[in-house]
T-cell receptor, first 113, second 112 residues
Framework: QKEVEQNSGPLSVPEGAIASLNCTYSDRGSQSFFWYRQYSGKSPELIMSIYSNGDKEDGRFTAQLNKASQYVSLLIRDSQPSDSATYLCAVNRGNNAGNMLTFGGGTRLMVKP | DAGVTQSPTHLIKTRGQQVTLRCSPKSGHDTVSWYQQALGQGPQFIFQYYEEEERQRGNFPDRFSGHQFPNYSSELNVNALLLGDSALYLC???????????FGAGSRLTVL
């Protein structure tokens, strides 16, 4: 079992729809959870971080964390073609993101006009 | 304000050779991490440097080594290159005590 698992996709959604990206992790000691966006050929860019169970909203993005189920998700509302990218889920055991991050393989999102 | 800068951006080596990749952290950042990202996969943690010492290491062989200089810049060295070392090598930096990593654009290594 991989430490952090994501569906590789591609996940295809029409413009204006809600995109739902999911991630499960195996280490119950994980405390910090991150979503990164990576455009093709570019470096990862942090979108959201979440540390507590529940929802965290930032603009069109909502991260959801359920530690009991070892599940973290990212919702993108009003999806735009510019959201088309690979979304990477990352976790670490400490509250400090500078400690080792374990990434999932990423989910490729395609938003069609 | 320059972000994290890496060099070279692309390079091609042959099996058995050695390579050195360089990273300058973002201004104000003193902690540098290196990640390897194979095509179609997520980044994998190699190691992290702070105060010129390796503080954490991922599951990579000793062929992978690094260094941090007094100005916080860092090098990643890979010896005895294998075909499987072909990947995008990402450098990330942060201020100590902060929890946001800033990634550089990466160095794409191709081993033939």
């Amino acid at each position: 079992q991989k430490e952090v698992e994501q569906n590789s996709g591609p996940l295809s959604v029409p413009e204006g729809a809600i995109a739902s990206l999911n991630c499960t992790y195996s280490d119950r000691g994980s405390q910090s959870f991150f979503w990164y966006r990576q455009y093709s050929g570019k470096s990862p860019e942090l979108i959201m971080s979440i540390y507590s169970n529940g929802d965290k909203e930032d603009g069109r993005f909502t991260a959801q964390l359920n530690k009991a189920s070892q599940y973290v998700s990212l919702l993108i509302r009003d999806s735009q073609p510019s959201d088309s990218a690979t979304y990477l889920c990352a976790v670490n055991r400490g509250n400090n993101a500078g400690n080792m991050l374990t990434f999932g393989g990423g989910t490729r999102l395609m938003v069609k006009p | 304000d320059a972000g994290v800068t890496q060099s070279p951006t692309h390079l091609i080596k042959t099996r058995g050779q050695q390579v050195t990749l360089r990273c300058s952290p973002k201004s104000g950042h003193d902690t540098v991490s290196w990640y390897q990202q194979a095509l179609g996969q997520g980044p994998q943690f190699i190691f992290q440097y702070y105060e010129e010492e390796e503080r954490q290491r991922g599951n990579f062989p000793d062929r992978f080594s690094g260094h941090q200089f007094p100005n916080y810049s860092s090098e990643l060295n890979v010896n005895a290159l294998l075909l499987g070392d072909s990947a995008l090598y990402l450098c990330a930096s942060r201020p100590s005590g902060a929890n946001v990593l800033t990634f550089g654009a990466g160095s794409r290594l191709t081993v033939l």
